[in-house]
């Protein structure tokens, strides 16, 4: 008896093809956005703030830890403006054209957005020239998101 794979390899090389360059929107640490910081905290407390399992919300495949629910609230209300900008990669390095991992200290909040960088060093370039850095991230972010995960 002969099997035939014919009728599966257009399958198989649609499901590898699928596969390849999969990248996440957001950046994680096992499935948990900005280490478990608090995004919302960032606007209201000025500062990172560690998150607690007890309070969670997902938002684009990701999983956010808050310090309380009025935060988680506040963020399930309008995610979108405390996600922090490029998914949470490394602001800089998508100015740059290639996404990074980010440390929870290392951010700004610039009108109204938040910016993380991947540590206090690369912050401080990035704080040498804010706007253009943004300016040069946007431009860079359609094709960094589609990068594979740093």
Not at 132 to 140: C, H, Q
Request: aromatic content about 14%.
């Amino acid at each position: 008896m002969t099997i035939s794979l014919r009728p599966i390899l257009p399958l198989a090389a649609a499901l590898s093809f699928a596969s390849v360059g999969y990248s996440a929107e957001i950046f994680t640490t096992n499935g948990v956005a900005i280490n478990g910081y608090d995004p919302v905290a960032y606007f209201t407390d000025h500062k990172p703030v560690k998150g607690s399992d007890k309070y969670t919300a997902t938002y684009q495949g990701a999983t956010f830890h808050f310090a309380s629910a009025a935060h988680r609230g506040a963020f399930a209300a309008n995610p979108g403006h405390f996600a922090p900008q490029y998914g949470g990669y490394c602001a800089f390095g998508t100015a740059q054209g290639h996404k990074a991992s980010t440390e929870p200290q290392a951010f700004t909040v610039v009108d109204g957005k938040l910016y993380l960088n991947y540590n206090d060093s690369v912050l401080k370039t990035w704080r040498q020239d804010v706007s253009g850095y943004i300016k040069k991230a946007d431009a860079n972010w359609d094709k960094v998101r589609a990068q594979p995960d740093p």
